[in-house]
């Protein structure tokens, strides 16, 4: 009679307590608000990083046009860029005069709005200079 019992004991003990599961959503609920501001970033971090390649290689296409013309490409048209297809930015626009110019990339798909700018300025005497916002 006492193994009956104690076997009905054990049959009752197979699952998991409310108290168990509770902490294992607490964890889970812990490690998963560590690891979320991580990704943004991360994220953050590479949607500026295509914008820098895409200025770096405009930029590199203004100096040589600047040295052939001595002078800046100021609608950006006769400089052979091409942009990769899948882009989160719109493609780079110029501004600017003869000797100083602005090259300026925005935010076109989501997560990027187009207050997401990242931004290079070139001038005639060699220096640049740059930026983003978001």
């Known amino acids: 009679m006492l193994n009956a019992f104690r ?8 699952g998991f307590t409310l108290i168990e599961l509770v902490v294992v959503l607490a964890i889970l609920a812990v490690i998963i608000s560590l690891a979320i501001p991580r990704y943004l970033a ?3 971090r590479a949607y500026k990083s295509e914008a820098d390649n895409i200025l770096q290689e405009t930029k590199s296409l203004e100096w040589s046009y ?5 002078q800046f490409d100021t609608t950006g048209a006769n400089l052979g860029l091409v942009v990769p297809p899948g ?16 090259i300026t990339m925005s935010g ?8 997401d700018s990242v931004w290079i300025t ?13």
């Open 108 to 115: 076109a798909v989501q997560p990027l709005t187009a207050n």
């Open 87 to 102: 882009m989160h930015w719109n493609a780079p626009s110029v501004n600017g005069g003869a000797s100083n110019i602005t």
């Open 122 to 134: 070139l001038s005639g005497d060699g220096s640049s200079t740059g930026g983003a916002t978001f």
């Open 42 to 44: 991360a994220r953050k």
């Open 66 to 70: 600047y040295q052939q013309y001595n």
């Open 7 to 14: 076997k009905a004991l054990r049959a009752e003990r197979r």
